[in-house]
């Protein structure tokens, strides 16, 4: 690969204007620029990205914090997948890259270390609702950070969230509409910010249609499978059992409903589910999920978004504000 300092020759200029040209192009003339970044092109001439980051101060890398939490294994995102895309994409068209920081020492400060090491922009954070402190060391760092379902706020932190609330709402609504009275929920883990807000919704749901919530009709699972099938288990055995359940995630609704099928109920006839998320097999699985659906790119395309504003705005950036992302409801056979 070509050097700078061939290059520098190659056009007869000297070193210090072509690293101008690659790192603070509004300082050199136009003719100057043009005719570097063509020659550069033309040996095979790639700036240093290194040393890029020292002239500049700035990496254009931001790091994504994927805490899958050593402690508990199996957790996942629900739709991860999308919302690495949405990012990657947003984050590209502004010229930034994405760097997968590794988690998993239990230091305070790990995070920050990090950062700091590779010396980020701007960091995005996937967490599993731990309230990890190394998290809450980084959104306190001043550094511009952008979390997922994780209420996070600091100097320049804000998070990005669904209308957990309005979109468990919605799904008593609905249910309500289709004649059903006896309402209950399989809910999320109460540690988590989806989890508390979707039973909040749930119960606020049922409030407004004058409806009573027994106790034993409220049962927490862990937003996975198994839990939804112990879950709708459990409801099932109850001497009154409800005649629809909200599920406060799909993987949970779709355990509910192999539970109920393998009983012998007929769904939606006997019971109707209704999930949370709109996973892709939400649409997959007969007679196919009724559920709320969340903006899966949108989570990506948001946080980017808010992301790259703090970064450009740098100092006399607004304190952040949460992004709440509206939710629909995807209607399809079990209610």
């Not at 914090?65 to 068209?93: C, M, N, Y």
């Not at 119960?203 to 106790?215: C, I, K, V, Y």
């Not at 012998?264 to 998320?277: C, K, Q, S, T, Y």
């Not at 607004?318 to 995807?330: D, F, K, N």
């Amino acid at each position: 690969m070509a050097t700078i300092r061939e290059l520098a020759r190659h056009c007869g200029v000297s070193v210090a204007t072509v690293s101008r040209v690659f790192n603070t192009p509004e300082v050199v003339s136009r003719e100057t620029r043009q005719r570097v970044e063509a020659a550069a092109t033309e040996i095979g001439y790639l700036p240093n990205e290194s040393a890029r980051t020292l002239a500049t101060k700035k990496s254009n890398m931001i790091g994504l914090v994927w805490d899958t939490d050593h402690r508990r294994s199996g957790w996942r995102h629900p739709f991860l997948q999308e919302i690495l895309v949405a990012l990657k994409t947003a984050l590209s068209a502004h010229g930034l890259h994405l760097l997968l920081l590794a988690t998993g020492a239990d230091e305070p400060d790990r995070h920050l270390r990090a950062v700091r090491r590779h010396n980020l922009d701007g960091v995005v954070m996937i967490d599993n609702g731990s309230r990890d402190p190394a998290v809450l060391a980084l959104a306190d760092a001043g550094i511009p950070c952008v979390a997922l379902d994780l209420p996070l706020t600091g100097p320049c932190c804000t998070f990005v969230t669904s209308d957990n609330a309005g979109g468990a709402r919605q799904a008593v609504d609905h249910l309500v509409r289709s004649g059903h009275h006896r309402i209950a929920t399989i809910a999320g883990p109460a540690r988590t910010g989806p989890g508390t807000d979707r039973l909040a919704g749930f119960r606020a749901g049922l409030a407004a249609h004058d409806l009573p919530l027994p106790p034993e009709y409220v049962v927490e699972g862990d937003f996975y499978l198994d839990s939804g099938r112990a879950a709708m288990r459990a409801l099932l055995l109850l001497d009154t059992p409800p005649t629809a359940v909200f599920a406060a995630g799909d993987e949970m609704a779709i355990g509910a409903l192999q539970t109920a099928t393998e009983a012998g109920l007929r769904v939606p006839a006997d019971i109707a589910i209704v999930g949370f998320d709109d996973i892709e097999l939400a649409a997959l699985i007969p007679p196919g999920l009724t559920t709320i659906a969340q903006d899966r790119t949108g989570f990506g395309t948001a946080a980017a978004e808010a992301l790259i504003a703090m970064i450009q705005a740098g100092s006399d950036a607004p304190p952040p504000v949460p992004i709440v992302l509206p939710t629909s409801l995807a209607r399809r056979g079990t209610a």
